[in-house]
Each structure stands twice: as structure tokens, then as C-alpha cells.
């Protein structure tokens, strides 16, 4: 007997797969929904994306800050050490000294003679040492601007430094026009143009950062160079000899920019030193315009300024460090290629400033 088949309905399946459906749209909106609540909120309003952009850059500028600030912090305590050092040093050679003047006889009365000048001259670089221990770690105290203190990748260090100051006509201003606007003003109207005033004000800043136990020289050149210290262009001054420095500063308040820029005669002068110069300070805006023995009018291009650069480099003596400051000037686009290139053959650093520094 043949069993018989059973009929299924196809309504009940279609309302199942239905319910299904539904329920797992419904499974899946409440998800998103959640999803959305649960995660970060985005904004969209340009001035608020604006205002949390600026805090972030802030909060950076911040860190890198506190990172100069301890490092400055680090070489103030370095250089603290290094005066105690000294002076005690100073201290067990007047001691040293003394002893021997005590047990010097009487025939011996020109060396006990000497020898006492040599214990006053100890005595006031110990005094020296002392009064800058007092004041912090510096003979003389310049920080410019904002309390500038720190510059990245220019070595300070040295036991001659020389610092030349670039004191042509082009030193008056920035622009062509200004300069030639300025150069025909009073001297007491040149002196105080704001990026001859800039100059000087970075020479200090040079001056003000050395170490304690270096020398140091600035020599003024434009068309001559002249030494800015009792005209001495042969003379190291100490940097704890705060006459020395005040006579520096004096000095430079006293030169007025004028004529043209002779590179070759400044580092002649310089290699003519003695001792060398173990460290070199250049501050200036731009290529040469002069050589020895080139007339000092008529127009002169870039190519020739860049010529008369590259013949000024043959009396530098080789392994020393030129350390250029390139202060901005119109119409010189060679400068900053050639000064890159004279750090780089030289050991030294090549910087353009920022226009408030130092």
C-alpha cells in the first residue's frame, strides 16, 4: 500500500525567513547605534579642529623648550665646575709660588722679584674667576632678546678665538636702497641702524658665551681691518678680564659702517697672529666686494664677488673652524652656498638667524 505524501506549506516558511530577517536588521541597528555611542567623538567644527591643532603644536614647542632649558641648565653647572677648578688650581700656584719666594736668598732678588708679579697676576685672575662664580658662570652677562641662551651645532669652545666683524656699508640695512639711503646719514645716525645694531649685539653675544679659560680678539674690517681694542691686532685678551671686554664693547659701539667688504685682507691679518686663532667667528651679510689691490668703486656681480670669496680662502690655514653668522642682504644668492662650503671644508657651522636673534 503506497504511503501517502505530505504536503508542506509554503506561507509558514516565507513568514519564518521573514522574522529572521527582521530580527537580524534589528540585531544590526542597535549595534551601529551602540558603536557610535561608545567611540571617540569627531569634531567637525573647523574652529575647535583649529584651536586643538594649535594646543597640540604648543605642547611641542613646549617639550623642545624644556629640552633647551635643561641643556642650558647642564652647561651652566658644566662651567661652574670648570671656574672652582681654576681657582683652586690659582690657589695651589700662589701657594706653590710663595713658598719658593720664602726660600729664595738674598742674592736671588731679581727672580723673587719676578716672581712676585707673577703671584699678582695670579691673584687677579683668581679674583676674576671668583667674582664670575658669583654672577654665574659668565665674565660678561648678555643674553639679548628673551634670554636667547642657546644655539645648537656652533662649537664655543677654543683657546684663541677671534671674532670678525663685518663692518662694510652693507651693514646698514637689509635692502639696496636703504643702504644706499643710510650710508649718507651722520655717523652717530649709521650707529644706530637696527642690523648694525644687530651685529654688534651678536658679537657681545659670542663674546658674553665663550669659555672662561679662552682668549679672544674682534677685528672690524670692511675695507681695512681695524682691531676694535687699543688698536692691538696681535693681542689676546682673557675672557675673565672684564676691562678687555668692556673695551671690546666700546670699541665696536664706536665703528661706523663705510666702504666696501675685504674678505682676503681680514683673514691675512688673522693667519698673521700669534698664536693662531684655533676657533673663528665670522659675522657677516654676504660675499666679498674687495681684494687687495682692487679699486674700491664700480659695480662688481655675483660671479666676481664669488671669485674674490674663493681667493680670500688661500691664506686660510688649514683645521681651522669658520664659524660664519650670514645676517640677510638683497641680491647676494651665492652667499649661503659659499659660506655652507667654507663650514663644511673648515670643520665649523654655518648659520642664518632668525631676524629677533640674539
Known amino acids: 500500500m503506497a504511503r501517502k505524501s505530505r504536503t508542506t506549506s509554503t506561507f509558514s516558511l516565507s513568514f519564518l525567513d521573514i522574522m529572521s530577517c527582521g530580527l537580524g536588521a534589528a540585531v544590526l541597528i542597535f549595534l551601529l547605534l551602540k558603536h557610535v555611542v561608545d567611540g571617540p567623538a569627531v ?11 594649535l594646543l597640540e603644536e604648543e605642547i611641542v614647542q613646549g617639550e623642545e623648550q624644556l629640552a633647551r632649558i635643561r641643556n642650558t641648565i647642564s652647561d651652566v653647572s658644566d662651567e661652574t665646575v670648570t671656574a672652582q677648578g681654576l681657582a683652586r688650581q690659582i690657589s695651589d700656584d700662589l701657594e706653590q709660588l710663595k713658598n719658593q719666594i720664602d726660600d729664595e736668598t738674598p742674592e736671588s ?8 708679579a707673577r703671584i699678582s697676576q695670579l691673584e687677579q685672575q683668581k679674583r676674576a674667576l671668583e667674582n664670575t662664580r658669583i654672577s654665574g658662570s659668565k665674565a660678561y652677562e648678555f643674553s639679548g632678546d628673551g634670554q636667547r641662551q642657546y644655539l645648537t651645532g656652533i662649537r664655543m669652545s677654543g683657546r684663541n678665538v677671534l671674532v670678525l666683524v ?3 656699508a652693507s651693514m646698514l640695512d637689509d635692502t639696496i636702497v636703504n643702504i644706499v639711503r643710510r650710508r649718507s646719514l651722520p655717523e652717530v645716525v649709521k650707529n644706530q641702524s637696527p642690523k648694525w645694531l644687530r651685529t654688534k649685539a651678536i658679537a657681545q653675544w659670542v663674546i658674553a658665551n665663550l ?4 682668549d679672544f680678539q674682534i677685528l672690524s674690517f670692511n675695507s681695512t681691518v681695524t682691531p676694535v681694542i687699543d688698536k692691538q691686532a696681535n693681542t689676546w ?10 673695551k671690546a664693547v666700546q670699541g665696536l659701539d664706536s665703528i661706523s659702517p663705510n666702504n666696501g667688504t675685504n674678505l682676503q685682507t681680514a683673514i691675512e691679518t688673522a693667519m698673521n697672529m700669534r698664536p693662531l686663532p684655533d676657533n673663528i667667528f665670522l659675522i657677516t ?11 674700491t668703486t664700480g659695480s662688481i656681480d655675483g660671479r666676481e664677488r664669488m ?20 645676517l640677510p642682504l638683497e641680491g647676494d644668492p651665492y652667499a649661503a652656498g659659499v659660506y655652507w662650503y667654507l663650514a663644511q671644508a673648515s670643520n665649523g657651522s654655518f648659520l642664518t638667524p632668525a631676524r629677533g636673534w640674539p
Request: hydrophobic content about 40%; glycine content about 4%; overall charge negative.
Open 237 to 246: 685678551y682673557r675672557v675673565t678680564d672684564r676691562v678687555s671686554v668692556a
Open 109 to 116: 732678588v731679581v727672580d723673587a722679584a719676578g716672581l712676585q
Open 211 to 214: 669659555p672662561l679659560q679662552s
Open 307 to 326: 671669485n674674490l670669496f674663493y681667493k680670500s680662502l688661500e691664506s686660510l690655514v688649514p683645521n681651522i673652524p669658520v664659524n660664519t653668522i650670514l
Open 285 to 295: 651679510d654676504g660675499l666679498p666686494t674687495l681684494a687687495r689691490g682692487s679699486a
Open 166 to 168: 663685518d663692518s662694510s
Open 43 to 53: 569634531i567637525t567644527d573647523p574652529k575647535s579642529l583649529a584651536e586643538a591643532n
